[in-house]
């Protein structure tokens, strides 16, 4: 994703909006909070406050730049959106997030919601797990 992107979405390109897109760009493979974000900035000695990157998440959020994910934690963690859908699974011991696709799965709640007289709109499955434990 290009700062061209942020044009297409009708938003200015401004130097917050580049350097947020930048972290989430960089960092493609993780789902992060906006104090994540906040934190990046700051180690990189920018000057950009956290109402900032909240507020920019946000309009990222409303142009369908980023997905916002609430987990169970309480805490939204953003990611950059790539037009490809993927379910979670979060680990309850340590919060890390797992992307994961499921053919099996999206085709079982097509059916469900068929056997109830339903399409899918649209959908999010979170897994919360845990480690096994080692016998």
Known sequence: METSNLRQAGLKITHPRKRILEILENKRNKHLTADDIYRCLVDANEEIGLATVYRV??????????????????????????????????????????????????????????????????HSLVIYVRPKAKP
């Open 57 to 122: 998440l946000s309009q990222f959020e409303s142009a369908g730049l980023v997905e916002k994910h609430n987990f169970e934690s309480g805490q939204a963690y953003y990611e950059l959106n790539s037009g490809v859908h993927h379910d979670h699974m979060v680990c309850v011991e340590t919060g890390k997030v797992i992307e994961f696709i499921s053919e099996d799965i999206e085709a079982a709640q097509k059916k469900i919601a068929e056997a109830h007289g339903y399409e899918i709109e649209d």
